[in-house]
């Protein structure tokens, strides 16, 4: 299993959308899990998370990892996926709502650090604002990478995280300018 798959095919995150197989890699994050498994924890019929879970394979997102008892095991992939598509009439709403919950997530953290926040909702149409231009930026670095099949490990894909908003910032716009010159993009 690679530690990271960035995911840049606007096909494979439609596949990634819909609310059930989005479900059953959460699960599969914890563990590789057979139909039935999935089935029971996820409260849907065999037959519709066998679709679901074909769906994914086909996507390359999950494998068949072992066998129980005659029934397949599934495993993820990757631990960790990286969703950057460009963006897709059809994967445009599942962008936002994503883009919407990242938001949220970055406020929360930062209320439970203690941080002060006078204007809650402006804070978090900031963030989504933030996060849209970066991802939307970083596309061509994170195609080339997706498309050479590097394999990144979790801290080097923090590392390359950092590096692209640093190229990204109005703050270090002159060191930003330049390090856009060392990469091509």
């Known amino acids: 299993m690679r530690e990271v798959l960035i995911i840049t095919d606007p096909q494979v995150v439609k596949v990634l959308s819909e609310e059930t197989r989005f479900g059953i890699l959460k699960l599969l994050r914890e563990h590789p899990m057979t139909v039935n498994e999935l089935?029971?924890?996820?409260?849907?019929?065999?037959?519709?998370?066998?679709?679901?879970v074909k769906?994914?394979?086909?996507?390359?997102?999950?494998?068949?990892?072992?066998?129980?008892r005659n029934e397949k095991v599934y495993a993820r992939t990757a631990r960790?996926?990286?969703?950057?598509?460009?963006?897709?009439?059809?994967?445009?709403?599942?962008?936002e709502a994503y883009l919407q919950v990242e938001a949220e997530k970055l406020v929360m953290i930062l209320e439970k650090a203690?941080?002060?926040?006078?204007?809650?909702?402006?804070?978090?149409?900031?963030?989504?604002?933030?996060?849209n231009e970066i991802e939307l930026d970083s596309q061509p670095v994170l195609k080339r990478i997706s498309?050479?099949?590097?394999?990144l490990t979790e801290i080097e894909l923090f590392h390359l995280l950092n590096m692209l908003v640093f190229m990204q910032s109005c703050k270090l716009c002159e060191r930003a300018r330049r390090t856009r010159e060392l990469i091509e993009i």
Do not use: C
């Open 80 to 95: 960790m996926f990286l969703i950057k598509a460009e963006p897709d009439e059809s994967v445009e709403k599942f962008r």
């Open 114 to 131: 203690g941080f002060r926040i006078s204007n809650r909702a402006e804070l978090v149409k900031v963030a989504k604002e933030v996060l």
């Open 55 to 68: 769906a994914l394979e086909n996507a390359g997102l999950i494998e068949e990892f072992d066998n129980q």
């Open 147 to 151: 498309q050479a099949d590097v394999e």
């Open 39 to 52: 089935s029971h924890a996820l409260g849907k019929e065999r037959t519709t998370i066998y679709r679901h």
